[in-house]
């Protein structure tokens, strides 16, 4: 079974400052996906970023990168120079490729951008 | 482009009332998914259809039962609702095989109030 863990509830974060959000998994499943999700207060789940568990580079999607060390566990989400648009709740989620299981979601991490 | 669509948005019911959520998506996926969300508790996966003619629970069951009508479509029935199903409730798609990483594409959710 996978499980995903975001330690963090709510981050505070100034206005063109960067910010980590932490995320760390456990799966037994050798391949594997890592993806993070937006929610903004309107609702919508946007996709962000997406690791394969073989990928050789951390994954980059403009202002979001994904810092994935896989002997820890963990895949933590990086916003360079934060927006006020950027105030959402955050999602990190996995799924297993070997067993074709559905996705799983953590907690998520509510993240304030203060200008 | 609909991408995923689910009806209603809304809905108030009394406690034993039934109601179907419907879900229908044009992107010719193989796999639906049914997740509720709760505050503090991220998405959890109630139901899933991984491809067209199957189905399986998922964390969350009790209580719904789910009918994959044919590849587009995928509904959520609440035969006898209860307070505790007062939820804002996801449809979701991905492709399954292939090389394709899976990645969830959402509707926009249903919030469902049980008095």
């Known amino acids: 079974a996978q499980k995903i863990t975001q330690t963090q509830p709510g981050m505070f974060v100034q206005e063109k400052e960067a910010v980590t959000l932490d995320c760390t998994y456990d799966?037994?499943?050798?391949?594997?996906?890592l993806f993070w999700y937006k929610q903004p207060s309107s609702g919508e789940m946007i996709f962000l970023i997406y690791q394969g568990s073989y990928d050789q580079q951390n994954a980059t999607e403009g202002r979001y990168s994904l810092n994935f060390q896989k002997a820890r566990k963990s895949a933590n989400l990086v916003i360079s120079a934060s927006q006020l648009g950027d105030s959402a709740m955050y999602f990190c989620?996995?799924?297993?490729?070997?067993?074709?299981?559905?996705?799983?979601f953590g907690k998520g991490t509510r993240l304030s951008v203060i200008a | 482009n609909a991408g995923v669509t689910q009806t209603p948005k809304f809905q108030v019911l009394k406690t034993g009332q039934s109601m179907t959520l419907q879900c229908a998506q044009d992107?010719?996926?193989?796999?639906m998914y049914w997740y509720r969300q709760d505050p503090g508790m991220g998405l959890r996966l109630i139901y899933y259809s991984a491809s067209e003619g199957t189905t399986d629970k998922g964390e969350v069951p009790n209580g719904y039962n789910v009918s994959r009508l044919n590849k587009r479509e995928f509904s959520l029935r609440l035969e006898s609702a209860a307070p505790s199903q007062t939820s804002v409730y996801f449809c979701?798609?991905?492709?399954?095989?292939?090389?394709?990483?899976?990645?969830?594409?959402f509707g926009e959710g249903s919030r469902l109030t049980v008095l």
């Open positions: 979701a798609s991905s492709e399954t095989w292939g090389g394709d990483t899976g990645e969830l594409f």
């Open positions: 799966t037994s499943d050798p391949s594997y996906g």
């Open positions: 992107m010719n996926h193989n796999s």
């Open positions: 989620a996995m799924r297993g490729y070997s067993g074709n299981t559905p996705l799983v």
